[in-house]
């Protein structure tokens, strides 16, 4: 059973897909000869042939837009944007068509692809580089949303979003993209998207949190175990379609709630989660659901990057404080 | 090679019929067999007809917005002529004539303009994408599936098409570098109509023609006269002809008119001279191309007369069946989003359901 | 007092603005000579030339991205996007510069423009003329966000949107365009961004809404008013900044609240009032906030469109629905 | 004119130096007064020394992400100096020579790059915007500033930069055509440095010229020498007359190497061999131009071993400031999102300031 981080997860995934699935081609800037900045798709064209793995000019829209062509024509392309700040351009493809074809045809075309995309803050980069859209796609009717925590998510949910006939936005949280390493087998297996996770059963409060925040909801739980405090902590796995139910069912036992999420506040994917709880388990609610977000800012340059990472000495204080409402 | 012929840097554009229907350069008329000439001039016509009729179905608060094609029949018909059953069709949404060549179903088509999403599910053998409406991101498609294309290995061609505004949307050239670099088997045919809605062709771009666009991607480009069906024909036809064999994309831009309206709730008059719109009518592709035919001995004003009236019927009884469509199911709104119904989708699905079963809405 | 319906309100507004403040400009696809094809811009190109009012070639982001360099160098543009279905392939400028061009600046360049576009749906039309994004927008840190409903604020907004020295997205409900007119003041007003409208007071629920619903919700209420139903009503006239004082004042005092819009409801607008009632009024909510929405799904073409339409009965209803908790 | 002189099509590329500091054509030498002269030679050194330091710095960790500029110098600082202090001035994010000849503190520049967002809030009377990050999309603001200056009458121009991988975004191309149709004082300079990240040149488009993509918007382009300062400088100088003129934008493509990695974050290595980095180095704009001034009389070895060393200090106490300068306070990072900041964005302010005051974070 392989040790690997999230990328090589990636990039293992990527391997077993295109080697089992021969319509599976995998593209993007750098994505090719280089096999990404990120290192994500290194060896793939060595290995898979330059037909199936390759080099784009610069340009998301066309990145986005010949996939779903591509898809239309029987492949299914599983696309790199390099950055998710750099998704923009591709936003008419993607909330214009990719969302849309299935419905547009009834169903005479659908489109089985991928759109991959490192994601989040914390990593000092410069502007553009450190984005939470998951907001955006999720709110989009026809797109799906992952977003992995661990290697072995990543791979279980990186098949998933091949073998989905409906188009993925793969948000893959790069601050963890090296953090950590876990046996991943070797063999194929799926991880169904629009499941949540129960990553550890507790009675007093349900945490939910996804990507990268899940190691950081992790420590803050440590860091109040001693208190007494049980804490039920929901990673999400998939944004889109959400997985009430779960969280629901949760909320209903523990009466109390908290999501975690590195987005902008206001309108953002938290607001919906509040909202859910409050749908599905008002009358079980001991204190009001509860937000803990990023800042209502553009995300700050390294210099000040810190103030807007989430660190787990917030999230355990603001179970605290909930708790004790 | 007529790209190699007429260079539009040279101000050359190619033209083979005059507005009488004369030849003007034998040397130049593409071969076509004669059953194929009428079966082209037949579906220029039957366009003609639905395109008239559509806007009077219209006007009679009958149809929703609709997108004439007058005028613009050659371009339409001589491009997709020169392709075969095995090449695909992306639309932009106004190419009536070359749907109808394809095989989509009158039925059908009116079927969208009056408003119902399965006017886009095409039947199966009809390879082409739905009607593009956010102006030419429907390119990046085109290059996407001829990147497939190669990959498999097929000698399938891509007719992509897109209005004159078109050709100022970024996603334009980005098509047509990326098809350029993937040596794609595309043909892209600018249907150059002289106005994206109110603004005319010289304030869309200051380059003279639309056909040397190509040059910055290093892909063949040529202007044809877009009314005359015979020169769209043969520029298309070459055009293929090189992408199937693995030649690569061409640009083509067609030179031809809009005699009506950009859609059933624009009124021409704010922008342009009644006197421009008689001379373009003037150059009417289907008088000279029906002008040719009838040189040619293969047809006359009697059959025409009663091919119309066949159209004029058979437009009616399709729109009829439309009509009595009626309107979309609660169900089909919700179904096609995903493959599966997302619970989400489902609650909300049957919650309205309940709710206007107790004869709410 | 010149009686105007929405779309003359609008137009009205920029011939005064125009007349007023040399530097404002107006452009976009159809916008000059034609004079916009709602009319909205008819007359100013004649009036005030055309360096001032004209047309573009078709593209969003040239526009969009020509008026951040507009505002650079001194002037204040105002650009149309024809329907707000089309503004998707200029959002890499509205999203990556116009919202961030004075942060990323520290202030050294501020963008003084108004981008506008009619918006929502109920007019029987093609695929992608009938979009609410209004969340996409609110969610940005950095854009202000207009929805008026009547001419009488449609002029005091766009006067104010104009002169307001950051970016402001202008949304504008195209059903209401020409639905009703009224008396609106010669002379310059404006009317502050960011504060919502109180349209009535009451006891029971409150009601927010904004744009074209604002009408429905009136008609909603009209039909309940036997019922001894006492309805507060806020039409949010400001989507972001979002006046939470007046929301959860009214709350407060009712108890229970109801949101209504046209956007999707998951991850919508809708979500983020509830979670603001949530957090401003949990300890006075009597019951669940509630949200009445658009479906998630792809808006319907004019044949399904009725589905999607949200009537004055439902509203009732669902006001009936609360109330009765 | 040189724009008609050397048409890309044709193959041609303006190149005036050779790469021992030779005249080729003496017809063709701009211009330049010997202070000018010595300027952008001085711009340039000091542009290679700041970036070798700045390479260093980060190596050792006390610097973020930096973009390289080694081989670029001639394409940067001698299109700059072609044009005026009223001129405006629009990057990509890789023109470090230009910006310092623009009057840029070489302390901002690296603030910048030092990851704070003081860097971009330029003096006052430097007429530059920020650093773009999204590839091309800076070209339309370019455009925007010239559509002021025509409608106010000035006589400002516009410098806008950008890469060779730039030129497949959509947005390259709806500025070039902006610019054509509003006939804008713009001049595009496409620093082609053969590579975008890893890809090279030759992939990101089939066109045989970045230059010949001016056609399709129909304003003139010109290819010229990036490596040999007074071609760019002649390009540009010509260009930026025209259009002080008001007769309309140019592009020019500069045709230069990048001699050092991506950004510090990459590995050329992986994608591309020593020998072609080595044949470049041979055509170093550096060496090329100080052998032409000491030809002139201008400068001599001795002089530029002093050069380097005031510069070396000077860069070494600008970065200094710069690691003063520690972190961004919390007000500075809410403060600037609206002139004023909404109450939610106080809430949101206030909030975190008192948690953290209670010294958590
Ligand atoms: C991205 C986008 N912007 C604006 C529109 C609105 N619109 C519809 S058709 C049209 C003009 C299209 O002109 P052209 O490409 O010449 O095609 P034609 O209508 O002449 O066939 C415009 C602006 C749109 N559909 N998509
Ligand atoms: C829209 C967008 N997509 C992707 C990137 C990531 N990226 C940064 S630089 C770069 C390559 C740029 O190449 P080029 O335009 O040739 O400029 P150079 O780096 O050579 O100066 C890429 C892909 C980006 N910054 N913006
Ligand atoms: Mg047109
Ligand atoms: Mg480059």
Redesign the pocket.
């Known amino acids: 059973m392989p040790l690997l981080n999230n990328i090589s997860a990636i990039n293992h995934a990527l391997d077993k897909e295109m080697e089992r699935d021969k319509s599976v081609v995998v593209y993007g800037?750098?994505v090719g000869f280089e096999g990404g900045?990120f290192r994500a798709t290194a060896g793939l064209q060595k290995k898979h042939g330059v037909d199936r793995c390759f080099d784009t000019p610069?340009a998301?829209s066309g990145i986005v837009g010949s996939a779903v062509g591509m898809a239309v024509n029987g492949m299914k392309p599983v696309v790199e944007?390099?950055?998710s700040?750099?998704v923009?351009?591709a936003m008419n493809q993607i909330l214009g068509h990719v969302a849309r074809y299935r419905n547009r045809t009834r169903g005479r075309y659908n489109l089985p692809m991928v759109i991959r995309m490192p994601y989040g803050g914390g990593v000092r980069a410069l502007e553009?580089h450190s984005e939470s859209m998951e907001d955006i796609f999720a709110q989009t009717p026809g797109l799906k949303v992952v977003i992995p925590s661990t290697p072995y998510d990543t791979k279980g949910l990186l098949l998933a979003a091949i073998r989905d006939p409906d188009p993925v936005i793969f948000l893959e949280p790069k601050r963890i993209y090296r953090a950590f390493k876990q046996d991943v087998p070797e063999e194929d297996y799926t991880l169904p998207i629009g499941k949540a996770k129960i990553v550890q059963e507790g009675e007093d409060i349900t945490v939910v949190v996804w990507g990268a925040l899940v190691r950081e909801a992790q420590k803050a739980i440590k860091e109040i175990e001693d208190e007494g405090i049980s804490v039920e902590l929901i990673d999400l796995r998939t944004i889109s379609p959400l997985d009430k139910e779960t969280i629901i069912e949760s909320v209903q036992k523990t009466g109390r709630f908290l999501v975690v999420h590195e987005a902008f506040k206001s309108f953002g994917p938290g607001a919906e989660l509040i909202s859910t709880v409050n749908e599905g388990a008002f009358l079980y609610l001991e204190a009001p659901p509860t937000r803990l977000t990023g800042f209502d800012i553009t995300i700050p340059l390294p210099k000040g990057e810190h103030h807007f990472i989430i660190e787990p000495k917030q999230i355990a204080d603001k179970i605290r404080e909930i708790v004790s409402f | 090679m007529l790209v190699d012929q007429f260079n539009p840097l040279e101000g050359k554009m190619l033209s083979i019929l005059d507005k009488d229907g004369n030849v003007k350069d034998k040397k130049l008329v593409p071969k076509i067999e004669d059953e194929k000439l009428i079966e082209i001039y037949k579906t220029m016509l039957l366009t003609r007809v639905a395109d008239i009729k559509a806007l009077q179905y219209q006007r009679q608060g009958r149809m929703l917005t609709y997108a004439p094609n007058q005028g613009q029949e050659a371009t339409q018909v001589g491009s997709i002529a020169a392709s075969e059953e095995k090449d695909w069709l992306v639309p932009a949404f106004r190419e009536l004539g070359a749907w109808l060549y394809k095989g989509v179903p009158l039925e059908q088509i009116f079927l969208y303009w009056y408003g119902n999403e399965s006017g886009s599910d095409f039947p199966e053998n009809v390879k082409m994408l739905p009607i593009s409406v956010p102006i030419a991101s429907q390119l990046n498609h085109a290059v996407g599936i001829g990147m497939a294309t190669n990959i498999k290995g097929e000698d399938e061609v891509t007719l992509a098409y897109v209005g004159d505004g078109g050709t100022s949307q970024g996603e334009f050239s980005e098509a047509l570098n990326f098809a350029g670099v993937f040596n794609t088997p595309t043909v892209f045919i600018i249907s150059n109509n002289q106005f994206a809605i109110s603004v005319p062709r010289k304030f869309q771009t200051k380059a003279k023609t639309l056909a040397q666009k190509s040059i910055g991607f290093g892909i063949p480009g040529i202007q044809v006269d877009g009314n005359d069906v015979l020169a769209v024909y043969a520029a298309t036809k070459e055009a293929v002809d090189r992408a199937r064999k693995g030649e690569g994309p061409t640009l083509i831009e067609t030179v031809t008119y809009r005699l009506g309206p950009h859609t059933t709730s624009d009124d021409p008059k704010i922008y342009r001279e009644d006197v421009e719109v008689e001379e373009w009518k003037e150059k009417d592709p289907l008088i000279r191309f029906r002008k040719y035919l009838i040189d040619k001995n293969l047809w006359d004003e009697e059959k025409d007369e009663k091919q119309k009236e066949e159209f004029e019927n058979i437009v009616n009884s399709n729109f009829k069946k439309v009509e009595e469509s009626g309107k979309i199911s609660l169900e089909k709104i919700f179904k096609y989003n995903y493959e599966e119904m997302t619970p989400e989708l489902i609650e909300q699905y049957e919650e309205y359901k309940n709710y206007i079963e107790k004869g709410v809405k």
């Open positions: 800037e750098d900045v610069l998301e944007m390099q950055f700040g750099f923009l351009p553009h």
